[in-house]
Nanobody
């Protein structure tokens, strides 16, 4: 099982990026998927989550209204569209997957069984 995150980069405040998380090695139907991020010197935090095939999304308050999580079943890929980026969004972004039986809260990193390698997002002011 492999999750490959990509799409990070350097962007000015107010700009946008789209992160991708390509999933391989198994069917991800009925998995819970999520994006987390970790800024320098800070703990990893939940950004957004979604259930593969269900489409119901959850967001951290800090990104609600600016970020959108989605899944392309045909490409076996999860996305995070990030708009109106702020310097405080600077972090390494990780994708994660929780296989069935599903349990735990979306915002707990203990819930997830698989993790991608991370992609760096830097937002300049």
């Amino acid at each position: 099982v492999q999750l490959q995150a990509s799409g990070g980069g350097l962007v000015q405040a107010g700009g946008y990026l789209r992160l991708s998380c390509a999933a391989s090695g198994r069917s991800f139907g009925n998995h819970d998927m999520a994006w987390f991020r970790q800024a320098p010197g800070k703990e990893r935090e939940f950004v957004a989550g979604i259930r593969w095939g269900a489409g119901v999304a959850r967001y951290a308050d800090s990104v609600q209204g600016r970020f959108a999580i989605s899944i392309d079943n045909g490409k076996n890929t999860m996305y995070l569209q990030m708009n109106n980026l702020k310097p405080e969004d600077t972090a390494v972004y990780y994708c994660a997957a929780d296989r069935p039986p599903l349990s735990g809260s979306y915002d707990s990193d203990q819930k997830y069984d698989y993790w991608g390698q991370g992609t760096l997002v830097t937002v300049s002011s």
